[in-house]
């Protein structure tokens, strides 16, 4: 019988982790990030181990939060404490030198989770506990995979490198504007990149971008005995969330659509004039995004127009009637982000070898960091992970993770690397200028405004992030032994199963 490649260690790794607070300023985290700091050296310590140091464990700096793209939100709680971005550092780690994206396989794990304890319990089979699936399970299972690789393949960690990125910033809506996308502007991408995420061990080649809409009723309060002296805001914004919820639906095919928090006030005893409705639209393309922001806009006037209508006539309301397009106002609290679409077919190949599931063609995938690789030329990107998010009861009460699936993704990951390497082993052989370049070059700007491709042409990116001193790529290394144990070789050809190095080095 095959040995499990997680260990007790791994699994007191894991209880450890879920003890710790995570959740950031975004979900109500109060404590300064000790927590999240905690957790990342905690799995640094642990990565170690497995061949992986250290590159670079710090925060963003200020100037990523003024990029395009980033949520109102984020740009608020920055400027309404000093102490945001160092309260979410992020952590860069790598198990060999600095390679050219051609011969680099990035995983992204986040270890910030959302808000609300639970607790931890382990009865052998089931991990219980905040992040048990979203993120912190596959954080773990993801060392175990990169550990049982490298004692397979001596190629990794020599003639390919492994960064990994435990990111802050993912949660909270966040968007992964100070965790993720700052290191991928900087360079610390591969050709192959693997959001860990829970997915059901399905490789998806794409990320929906999500936009949120702000509907504010900006009127005049009143008491609870003359109702109609003021703007019931209650009533009004009711009386939209239901019409977009209507209207919205299905109006653009391929987008979702979720009708999120209202909110006026909490008494019985008054009238409230002001208030918020939000509303969180995804869309797998950047047309869609456009498309569903101008359904959004119709369906606001023609719910107005509906209002007015229905309560002009009545005693209560007639005043928020009249009034009603002159107190609601539409903003929006992020938008324009970059959606991930579509992928290589050497990639898919690779997953699919490597135990991967295929991803339906009608699954639209979910939203995550995943988005900031986007434009990435010749790389492949896919979300993949253990678990569900909605049958582990991610972001709920009661979410967890089994063992077994943790192992099946550990397994997965490791698969993955030993054909990575073996590939591009025989894939360089006729093809050593494929070796040259040192560092990601600029890429052209182009696409959606805040896509990988933007990012490379409008920040310091092609420069190594901060706090992480610029390296000699290492040259190639003697051809690797051919991999051993319970992991056998990649069942797809390895020759030619890679476009060729020399074209790809950002």
Known sequence: ???????????????RLLELPTAGPLEGGADGGRGLRTAQELYAGAASACGLRVVRHAPAEPYWLERPGVPATVREAARADPGFLAAQPS????RGPRLPPAR?????VHLDTVAGAEPVRFDGRRVHGRGAVDAKGPAVALLAGIRAAAARHPGIGRDV???????????????????????????HHGRLNVFCEPTGLRALPRATAAMTARI?????????????AGHNATVLLGHLAQHLAHRLDGAVPGTGVCVAGLHTGDRHNRVYGRGALLLNLSYGAGPDGARLHDAVTDALDTGLAAFARRFGA?????RTAGDAARIVRLSWDKRDLPALRGGEPWGEALLSAAGALPAPADDP?????????????????AVLGPGSLEANHAHAQGEFIDLDDLERFARIVARLLVAFATNAADGAAGNPAGNAAEEPAATPAGGTAGSAAADFAGSRAGVPAEGDAPEPVAGRAGGPAPPSGDLPPPSVPVQGSFPPKGGTTA
């Open 91 to 94: 952590l860069l780690l790598r």
């Open 104 to 108: 680099t396989v990035m995983f992204n």
């Open 1 to 15: 019988m095959t040995a499990p490649l997680l260990r007790a260690s791994d699994h007191a790794l894991l209880l």
């Open 365 to 381: 995938g979910f939203t995550c960091d995943a988005i900031w690789a986007s434009g990435l030329p010749g790389a492949h990107t």
């Open 314 to 318: 009545t005693r209560a309301f007639a």
């Open 161 to 187: 490198a492994v960064l990994v990125q435990a990111v802050a910033g993912e949660e909270g809506g966040a968007m992964g504007v100070y965790g993720t996308r700052p290191l991928i502007a900087a360079g």
């Open 216 to 228: 504010t009723v900006e009127g005049d309060d009143a008491v609870d005995d003359r109702p109609e």
